[in-house]
């Protein structure tokens, strides 16, 4: 299965590291693709953007930064960006993009997070949850590093995906691996996601503590209609992308805070 023009933002690696989701042996050619393409360049951070809205002066972390685009356009509307990714690659070029001063870190998200528990506003995961098997861990050490009443924006492929492309389709209520290769420059790389039904994914953000606040199917940004003719009808019609804000609840009142 091809899905060259399908780049998820940012990377995560699978229990096969050196063979699938391997993103340093081809960070250079993902990154190049992943600048201007339809799905990322004119939907993918558009709406994550349209979701964190004003985000001057808040901390927040993108875990599994890649290259860095996110990052960069979080720090143009004033935010205090510091960026993890387990591909030390795809980390080079993000400090290429962001400069020797940012906040940059090699971390695995399924291990322990660097930072102090409450360090961050915010956190965006931009199409990088669907990595993983077990969002449970993931879940609760993004809670921990966040302040309470603060967000998890995230991104995963829509969960009617890999139902649609794969051949039997599988039990939709399942949480079932698929397979695929994407090409870029002509080298063909090996994949695999993770599809969950969407009642795991919002009962693993329940179950980590989250308040789910929006789930979210938007639209790819008008001006890609006339740059892309040829493929903005399929992404304005069918579902892609699916986002989620959800929230550590406040303290109640008079509890001390944490």
């Given at each position: 299965?091809?899905?060259?023009?399908?780049?998820?933002?940012?990377?995560?690696?699978?229990?096969?590291?050196?063979?699938?989701?391997?993103?340093?042996?081809?960070?250079?050619?993902?990154?190049?693709?992943?600048?201007?393409?339809?799905?990322?360049?004119?939907?993918?951070?558009?709406?994550?953007?349209?979701?964190?809205?004003?985000?001057?002066?808040?901390?927040?972390?993108?875990?599994?930064?890649?290259?860095?685009?996110?990052?960069?356009a979080l720090r143009e509307r004033g935010a205090v960006v510091t960026g993890i990714d387990v591909s030390a690659g795809m980390l080079a070029l993000a400090r290429r993009r962001l400069g020797d001063e940012a906040a940059l870190?090699?971390?695995?998200?399924?291990?322990?997070?660097?930072?102090?528990?409450?360090?961050?506003?915010?956190?965006?995961?931009?199409?990088?949850?669907?990595?993983?098997?077990?969002?449970?861990?993931?879940?609760?050490?993004?809670?921990?590093?966040?302040?309470?009443?603060?967000?998890?924006?995230?991104?995963?492929?829509?969960?009617?995906?890999?139902?649609?492309?794969?051949?039997?389709?599988?039990?939709?209520?399942?949480?079932?691996?698929?397979?695929?290769?994407?090409?870029?420059?002509?080298?063909?790389?090996?994949?695999?996601?993770?599809?969950?039904?969407?009642?795991?994914?919002?009962?693993?953000?329940?179950?980590?503590?989250?308040?789910?606040?929006?789930?979210?199917?938007?639209q790819p940004d008008p001006a890609a209609r006339e740059l892309f003719p040829d493929d903005f009808h399929a992404l304005s019609t069918r579902p892609?992308?699916?986002?989620?804000?959800?929230?550590?609840?406040?303290?109640?009142?008079?509890?001390?805070?944490?």
């Amino acid at each position: 299965m091809e899905r060259a023009t399908d780049v998820p933002e940012s990377s995560e690696r699978s229990a096969d590291p050196g063979r699938v989701n391997d993103y340093d042996s081809f960070a250079e050619a993902y990154s190049a693709e992943n600048e201007n393409s339809l799905v990322n360049a004119y939907y993918a951070r558009p709406a994550m953007l349209a979701l964190a809205g004003d985000v001057a002066g808040r901390r927040i972390l993108d875990a599994g930064c890649g290259s860095g685009p996110l990052s960069a356009a979080l720090r143009e509307r004033g935010a205090v960006v510091t960026g993890i990714d387990v591909s030390a690659g795809m980390l080079a070029l993000a400090r290429r993009r962001l400069g020797d001063e940012a906040a940059l870190h090699v971390a695995d998200l399924r291990d322990r997070l660097p930072f102090a528990d409450g360090a961050f506003d915010d956190v965006v995961a931009s199409l990088v949850l669907h990595y993983l098997e077990d969002w449970g861990p993931t879940l609760a050490e993004l809670r921990r590093v966040l302040r309470p009443g603060g967000r998890l924006i995230a991104s995963v492929d829509h969960p009617v995906v890999a139902y649609t492309i794969q051949d039997p389709r599988p039990d939709y209520f399942a949480t079932t691996s698929y397979d695929f290769h994407w090409t870029f420059g002509g080298r063909s790389v090996p994949m695999r996601f993770w599809r969950k039904p969407l009642h795991a994914m919002t009962d693993a953000f329940t179950s980590a503590g989250f308040r789910v606040s929006v789930i979210s199917e938007p639209q790819p940004d008008p001006a890609a209609r006339e740059l892309f003719p040829d493929d903005f009808h399929a992404l304005s019609t069918r579902p892609t992308f699916l986002f989620f804000v959800v929230e550590v609840p406040p303290p109640t009142t008079g509890s001390r805070r944490t």
